[in-house]
């Protein structure tokens, strides 16, 4: 990684994060950063790409760093239960803003600048949130879709905080280890409220922010799911009505990108070297978690569980890693006799010969792209907009016999889809190149915590076409991305290659 300030002894011996990685595979997926002496430093304020992270501001009496991201995670249960799981990530944002502002200069992933003028590009976006857009409502320029814009925007701000406070996070302070455990522990509450909409899917209750909000503000559509806490959501998918967990979060699609988002990081601090009693249940936890996942019937969580099993395959035979191979090959043909065996490869399989949604998810696909093409490529509309009618007649949508008569809002469906249609063309390059740069300056670094990053990225892109990951999974995956810039930064520079320097 490169200084912004003038080059000195420290900053020659860096390693560029997007460098070949060392040649020692580490054991652990943690390596403490230690800063290194007369390293740059940056005033009040400053953003830098380079470096150790910056000092750490004094320790309150009662507040430990990052405690934040602990009472995130750790109480997300009671997040949810009080109707706060979706606003939590926003609200816990604020504290660890504030401690960002007191530190002496900040640290950035390379390329950050270009995720930066996608906020901006984002930002901008809002202007063109009073225009009608080429097939959908006219009208509807009241507060709703401003309201509609600005959670989506304190979403997006909250996921860039939480990317600084990571990278900047000395890890004497904040143990790698520690952000890992929160992460599998948010596994754990994961495949718990799977379970939960498994075995009682009718289970649901109204949460203190539906009794404290206006009448008219907790009954609104958009809202009420944010708000109202449940267990599963039944849908006929099937031919049937068959209940679909999404505990402890809003929508089946979230609850399955959540899923596999802390998976990677549940694998490194239940399974590594110090993970201690987590080591004797987890393969319990695994076992359990494959009966939510069927029932989910989210064929993009099993699209991306699969390519990430390739993945993870491919790396390990890569450096030689035969027995881990091994034990993972071994793994997964226990696990698919079984499930084979038992109900649930019969409801896989019906899953998959009823294809439900295809036609119009990709109808929904091409026209959200045409109408941004033809109404306003480089910024977008802003926000989603409701279709008007359906794709066979203007006059038609949903009805209460036929709910899938109609249509989603143009920009959902997929959060490749949102950026597209909120941000124009060009704000959807910027946002896939920050991901896919971030993603190439990893994916051959052989530490297991660089693995389980950048399985963590191959899940995020798989699931841009289908889920909209605006909000818990967009944290995650910014958390990973943190790790790995800091643990890069901390890595000392590989010996020079005989006949040479690298």
Known sequence: MTSMTPPGPADRARVDDSSPAARS????????????????????????????PSPTPRKSRFLRPGW???????????????GLGTFAFVIFAVPLGLELFRRHGLRAPRGFGVWLLFLVWMLASATMLWSDAPGGEP????????????????????????LLYVVNADERALPTRRVLRLLGVMFVVT???????????????????????????ATNEFVNRMIHPAAADTQDILGYDEAR???????????????SLYLPFFLLSWLGREAGWRRRLAPFVLLLAIVPVVYSLNRGLWLALGVGACYLAVRLAAQGRLWALQAIVAAILVGAVAFVASPLGTMVEQRLNAPHSNERRSQLATETVRNVLVGSPLL???????????????????????????????GTQGQLWLVIFSQGVVGLCLFLYFFARRFFAHWRDPTALAIAGSTVLIFFGIE????DTLGAPMVTVMIALGLLSR??????????????PR
């Open 25 to 52: 595979v580490l054991l652990s997926p943690t390596r403490p950063s230690t800063p290194p002496p007369g390293g740059p430093s940056t005033p009040r304020g400053g953003l830098r790409t380079s470096g150790a």
């Open 487 to 500: 643990a890069t930064a901390g890595r000392p520079p590989e010996p020079a290659r005989a006949g040479g």
């Open 191 to 217: 495949t718990c409220g799977g379970l939960l909409g498994v075995l009682a899917p009718g289970f649901e209750f109204r949460s203190a922010m539906e009794l404290l909000l206006p009448h008219g503000i």
């Open 139 to 162: 009208g509807g320029f009241g507060g709703g879709r401003l309201m509609v814009f600005g959670y989506r925007a304190a979403m997006y701000l909250a996921a860039t905080i939480v």
């Open 380 to 410: 977008g509309f802003g926000s989603t907009r409701d279709v008007q009618g359906s794709f066979a007649s203007i006059a038609g949508g949903s009805t209460p016999d036929c709910q899938a008569c109609g249509v989603p809002p143009f």
């Open 464 to 467: 841009l076409l289908v889920y």
């Open 245 to 259: 967990p999404i505990a402890p979060f809003s929508f089946s699609n979230s609850w399955g990108a959540n899923f």
């Open 68 to 82: 934040a991201l602990s009472a995130l995670f750790l109480g997300f249960p009671l997040w949810w239960a009080l």
